[in-house]
């Protein structure tokens, strides 16, 4: 009988996972992909909403709640593993005080 350190999986049992990329990397895809396809889209009627981007596929999904947005693009990207997720009209996904871009009026 082999000890634990030598017992080795079963060929063919061994588990895949997708890697992930580095955040940076995956910001950089977000926010061009939100620059270049989503954005023009959304700034007019969904200021302060939240945006969820597959950067693998530029599937995305929005809502008034970040929770809600992610889980519609689970919902729709259920194998998504680089998520990058923003505010419209925001610098950042939250604040403490401070101010949008642009103004809401």
């Not at 959304?42 to 809502?63: L, M, Q, R």
């Not at 259920?78 to 604040?95: E, K, S, T």
Request: proline fraction near 6%.
């Amino acid at each position: 009988m082999r000890d634990a350190e030598t017992v080795v999986p079963a060929q063919g049992s061994e588990t895949t996972m997708p890697t992930r990329r580095p955040r940076e990397e995956t910001a950089r895809l977000g926010d061009e992909i939100y620059e270049r396809d989503i954005r023009p889209q959304v700034e007019a009627d969904h200021h302060g909403e939240y945006v969820a981007i597959d950067v693998d596929s530029g599937s995305w999904a929005i809502s008034d709640d970040l929770r809600t947005a992610a889980k519609r693009l689970r919902t729709q990207r259920p194998g998504a593993i680089d998520v990058w997720l923003l505010r419209v009209g925001y610098r950042a996904l939250h604040h403490f005080g401070g101010r949008p871009i642009r103004s809401a009026g």
